[in-house]
């Protein structure tokens, strides 16, 4: 259980949690991103040259020759590599925010870059959690062909829900995958609408942020579509490179970061009203067990 003299624990409203969660983010924009940033840049170019490339086979693509797929397919191998790291990437962020919230942060910074033993649960929940997709994406879909509202509220809670348990395991690895598992339902159990209320605004907050680089996206590909002789200069590529680069750090930085931030925070709440709740039922035990009559 967190210390509750620190103002980040105890309860709050979901506003609260999620304006604090976002807060914290900010305040700590740069050792993010100096995490994130070679990646990030790995990504940017790879995906650059992704897009000039693809550009090329539309205009070739009655007459491709055997170095443009060779070519298109590296490009495609990199990426996947690149992608790998930044799922890593998201492991260390996450890491990273748990140790700030409390006060254990490692240094020097570069540390979350290295592997620890939680790395392994988190790739045994990954795979539980793919096992687990199977019969919640039935049940997502039953709820969207009924209504829409619950097929969007077991998504939020299943989506949500896993990425508790995710920051579950990485507090207190020595909890083991199946026991941070049950303990996350226990938590979420009597708090599942505050959990879906929650996980609505944060995705709110997540889609908002992400409008205008869509935006520009489509103005880039537009200006292309007018000036082909752009579509193969250097500027295209290094346009693409940056929006790119730019568009993983909002969903790294700002999203990864932001939500971990977020949910430590409700993580900590949940813990809060949990004690508090067991306080005042073994307070009524004590009542029962020994009536105030007999303590006069």
């Known amino acids: 259980m967190a210390p509750m003299t620190n103002p980040q624990y105890g309860s709050a409203s979901v506003v609260d949690i999620v304006s604090f969660g976002y807060k914290k983010m900010f305040e700590n924009l740069w050792p993010l991103t100096r995490m994130c940033l070679p990646i990030l840049i790995l990504n940017g170019v790879t995906w650059g040259m992704i897009q000039q490339e693809m550009v ?3 205009d070739r693509k009655d ?3 055997l170095n443009d797929l060779l070519q298109m397919g590296l490009s495609f191998v990199v990426l996947f590599f690149v992608s790998i790291l930044l799922y890593y990437l998201m492991y260390a962020i996450v890491r990273y925010c748990r140790d700030l919230y409390r006060d254990e942060l490692e240094e020097p910074w ?3 870059l290295f592997p ?11 795979f539980l959690q793919v096992a687990a997709s199977i019969p919640a994406i039935v049940i997502i879909v039953i709820g969207f062909l009924f209504l829409i509202v619950p097929g969007v509220a077991m998504l939020m809670l299943f989506g949500y829900g896993c990425y ?8 207190k690895p020595e909890r083991g995958v199946f026991d941070s598992i049950r303990y996350t339902v226990e938590l979420v159990k009597p708090n599942w ?11 709110l907050i997540n889609m908002i942020i992400s409008i205008p680089f869509s935006v520009v996206s489509s103005i ?12 193969q200069s250097f500027l295209y590529f290094l346009t693409n490179a940056v929006l790119y680069t730019a568009m993983y750090w909002v969903q790294m930085v700002i999203g990864v970061g932001g ?27 004590q009542n029962r067990i020994f009536p105030a009559s007999e303590n006069r």
């Open 56 to 58: 090329g086979f539309q």
């Open 193 to 203: 609408l505050r959990t879906i209320g929650l996980a609505c605004v944060v995705t």
């Open 259 to 285: 939500v971990a931030f977020v949910l430590y925070r409700y993580l900590f709440d949940m813990e809060y009203r949990q004690a508090s709740e067991a306080a005042i039922a073994d307070e009524k035990l």
């Open 220 to 231: 880039i590909s537009a200006v292309a579509q007018l000036m082909p002789s752009l579509q």
């Open 116 to 126: 620890k033993k939680s790395l392994l649960g988190v790739l045994g929940l990954g």
């Open 110 to 112: 570069y540390q979350y």
């Open 164 to 171: 508790l348990v995710y920051l579950v395991y990485i507090d």
């Open 63 to 65: 007459n491709l020759s």
